[in-house]
């Protein structure tokens, strides 16, 4: 899987997740196949930390920093979200072909705000 800017990225130390981040960006070095990798840590508190990585070890290839194993796992969003409770296996209802009568009313905070003073 090849990961690209905006990407979140899950961080393993040791064989373990650590935490989560997002590619902010993907420079090439002065090194053939080896990039600058600037990564916001999704953290608190947040911060940006810029790591030299070859092209395999950003797209999930295990690498050492420091003499510990580490590994990027590029991360996907599930197709469809668990929802508790939902049961996925039941097949969905047609829709209603009833039409709504009702109307919605919007509130502004700003009249209400007027209104209180």
């Known amino acids: 899987m090849t990961t690209y800017e905006n990407d979140i990225v899950l961080i393993y130390f040791e064989g373990s997740p650590l935490c989560f981040a997002r590619v902010e960006s993907i420079l090439p070095d002065s090194k053939p196949d080896w990039y600058h990798l600037k990564l916001l840590m999704l953290q608190i508190p947040l911060h940006v930390v810029t790591w030299i990585l070859r092209d395999a070890y950003i797209n999930g290839?295990?690498?050492t920093m420091n003499g510990k194993k580490m590994r990027l796992e590029?991360?996907?969003?599930?197709?469809e979200?668990?929802?508790?409770?939902?049961?996925?296996?039941?097949?969905?209802?047609?829709?209603?072909?009833?039409?709504?009568?009702?109307k919605a009313t919007v509130i502004s905070f700003a009249d209400l705000r007027k209104n209180s003073s």
């Open 61 to 63: 290839e295990p690498f």
């Open 74 to 79: 590029r991360i996907e969003c599930p197709a």
């Open 81 to 102: 979200p668990d929802i508790i409770g939902q049961d996925t296996k039941k097949e969905k209802k047609p829709a209603s072909k009833k039409k709504k009568t009702d």
